[in-house]
């Protein structure tokens, strides 16, 4: 059954625009914001979940129950299960601590949302998932051919690579869950390359909430890849921590991998970061928690720089002497 967004209000949940919010490209119908509410099946479990996509094509999933079983806790299965129905990526799910699924197997209220970003001259800007889809198919066969003539995606052909060197697509999902009944949340945040940037070097995937005190021993972050051979490589990861205000969060920093000809072509990047944090105050009744998760690509450099937070606009990740270009989802507020 259909009803408009603002219906949302009455959970008590909205998610708002980031403060600099991206502009969406003409690409694609336009969307009327509207909630919907669904079961989902997922690898024997059924989920209640309500969906929204605002008018920069951003999806959000919600999903809430009133009381959590007594085995909980050890119930992967579940876990799994509903970040699926929430959108993220089983590669993401498996590279997620045992410590941060047994957290979603406890949630009484999750939220999520996803967008897609493709990149341009003046930076990245949302489209719709269909659009990124078909742009990264098209790049992941630039790159492949680039590769084959080559045998490096350095610009060794100066003109046919300044043509087409926007070839980044990333897909990002953010989301809070609930942990019990109690004020601390797992935060996830993860980032999936659908078409690697040609202009690589350094990345970090990061998030952060306002009002809200990160646990920090359980911070945990994870990248991957995989080779043409179907064999996932990890990526070694550095986390760092910050904060700004009464804002605080973590990014875990990471080097993309360079391909060498067609038998080494690094694609399916994936990263993911998660951490526990506690709402501060005298509850949320009075003190809304907002949360972002940022991804940060940085081109060029010669040092692989630091994790900095920024509150004012909304994005933690690589603190650099050249800004890389950050890519943030909607950001999400919370009144519960």
């Not at 940022?294 to 990740?317: C, E, K, L, P």
Request: net charge negative; glycine share 8%.
């Amino acid at each position: 059954m259909k009803k408009r967004i603002f219906s949302m209000v009455m959970v008590c949940v909205m998610v708002i625009a980031s403060i600099a919010p991206v502009q969406a490209t003409e690409v694609g119908a336009e969307y009327e914001i509207v909630a919907t509410t669904n079961v989902v099946e997922v690898d024997g479990f059924s989920f209640e979940i309500t969906e929204a996509v605002d008018e920069n094509y951003n999806l959000t999933r919600t999903f809430e129950r009133n009381f959590v079983p007594f085995s909980a806790s050890t119930d992967y299965e579940f876990a799994n299960a509903l970040l699926l129905a929430l959108g993220f990526t089983q590669e993401t799910i498996d590279m997620m601590s045992s410590e941060a699924l047994a957290s979603v197997a406890t949630t009484t209220f999750a939220i999520a949302n996803v967008s897609y970003s493709v990149q341009y001259d003046d930076g990245y800007r949302q489209v719709t998932p269909s659009y990124a889809y078909q742009r990264a198919s098209y790049m992941n066969e630039l790159q492949a051919q680039y590769l084959e003539t080559y045998g490096s995606i350095r610009p060794l052909n100066e003109d046919w690579y300044t043509r087409n060197i926007n070839s980044g697509v990333m897909q990002i999902h953010h989301g809070a869950f609930r942990i019990g009944n109690s004020r601390t949340y797992l935060f996830a945040t993860s980032g999936h390359w659908l078409s690697m940037p040609f202009a690589r070097l350094n990345g970090s995937i990061g998030q952060m909430g306002s009002n809200v005190s990160v646990n920090s021993h359980t911070i945990s972050a994870q990248a991957s890849y995989l080779l043409p051979n179907g064999t996932r490589r990890f990526t070694p990861v550095t986390v760092g921590e910050d904060r700004d205000g009464n804002w605080e969060g973590a990014a875990g920093r990471f080097r993309l991998p360079e391909p060498s000809f067609l038998i080494n072509n690094p694609h399916n990047f994936q990263a993911v970061i998660t951490f526990e944090g506690t709402v501060r105050g005298t509850g949320l009744d009075n003190y809304p928690m907002n949360t972002a998760g940022t991804y940060s690509h940085q081109s060029m450099a010669i040092n692989f720089g630091s994790v900095g937070i920024s509150a004012r606009g909304i994005s933690i990740g690589l603190s650099l002497a050249f800004s890389p270009t950050d890519i943030t989802a909607p950001s999400i507020q919370i009144w519960r």
